[in-house]
């Protein structure tokens, strides 16, 4: 990552004999003044170091001594540390506070690894700074995995399909296989803001709340009244053979294939409805219908 912004990275060796801490001479040593940044892990993985406060202090000193140095201070794994070692974050050090970057996150200590929500603290004009050159790449918000294709949505609302397209369950128009992850062409341009893929079809909600099915439809589940597939998005109001849906009013809707009366007998979606809305009744209606939709996959 240094080399892609045409940095030069000096790595400071460390040994297990100085439990894997950064010695501050050996710092001094390397710093000259074209240094811009330094990177500091603690605690630290898999090392499982943790900085002391009088270590910190002393890198800091080192710091105060070159004015065009800024620290990056990785903190993730502040909150999993064991006596008698303590955090003391970079940041909190006299006068340092406008020259560190503190990156965290909630993945490790409120055991939320496959959210990847992580944060970037610092004074605003340094954020601003990096926020610019964030945007201007793809940030996924959801990702969902079939049997035998997977699509996923950005933060900016586009939508994403790959895999095994035999039933046009990608949405891109054709039947052919894609290797790698293609855009799907959304109708009047609308924003996506969720997506869930049955065996062989996909579901999209839209930010404007238009729900659209594509893929296969040998038994109804896409619910535009037919049985021929779709290829492409289209705009409706999935489990393996049929959708459900739940409407802002609270009418559960159901469509597709009924071989085993799932249908008809809604007495398990009933009760997991109940439970749904009786814990999640402050949240939006679409994402409770889509949790709907999760529910039948499974349950159907």
């Given amino acids: 990552m240094a080399r892609l912004t045409d940095a030069t990275p000096v790595i400071l060796p460390t040994s297990i004999s100085e439990n894997f801490l950064l010695d501050s001479k050996q710092l001094e040593s390397k710093l000259n003044e074209k240094s811009r940044l330094l990177i500091l892990c603690s605690p630290s993985n898999p090392a499982g170091s943790v900085y002391p406060k009088k270590l910190l202090e002393e890198i800091a000193k080192t710091v105060a001594k070159h004015p065009s140095l800024l620290v990056l201070s990785h903190e993730i794994y502040e909150h999993i540390v064991y006596a008698p070692a303590t955090h003391t974050s970079f940041a909190s050090l006299p006068d340092l506070w406008e020259r560190t970057l503190t990156v965290n996150g909630f993945s490790k200590a409120s055991a939320m690894t496959g959210w990847r929500l992580g944060y970037l603290a610092g004074p605003k004009h340094f954020v601003a700074a990096c926020k610019k050159i964030q945007s201007q ?75 659209y099915t594509y893929g296969w439809s040998k038994y109804g589940q896409l619910g535009h009244g037919d ?29 597709g294939w009924n071989k085993q009366d799932i249908l008809d007998s809604l007495d398990r979606f009933e009760l997991v409805t109940k439970l749904i809305i009786a814990l999640l009744c402050k949240l939006n209606f679409h994402m409770i219908g889509h949790i709907l939709v999760t529910v039948a996959q499974n349950i159907g």
């Fill in 137 to 211: 790449g793809v940030s996924i918000k959801l990702v969902v995995a079939a049997t035998e294709h997977t699509t996923d949505v950005t933060e900016d609302g586009e939508l994403y399909g790959w895999g095994w397209g035999r039933y046009g369950n990608f949405g891109l128009g054709d039947r052919n296989d894609r290797l790698v992850r293609e855009k799907v062409s959304l109708v009047n341009g609308d924003k996506m803001i969720m997506v869930a893929c049955g065996w062989r079809h996909t579901i999209s909600v839209s930010s404007s709340g238009g729900l």
């Fill in 227 to 255: 049985f021929e597939d779709h290829l492409t998005p289209h705009k409706i109001s999935g489990g393996w053979r049929h959708t459900m849906a739940l409407t802002s009013d609270g009418n559960l809707y159901g469509w």
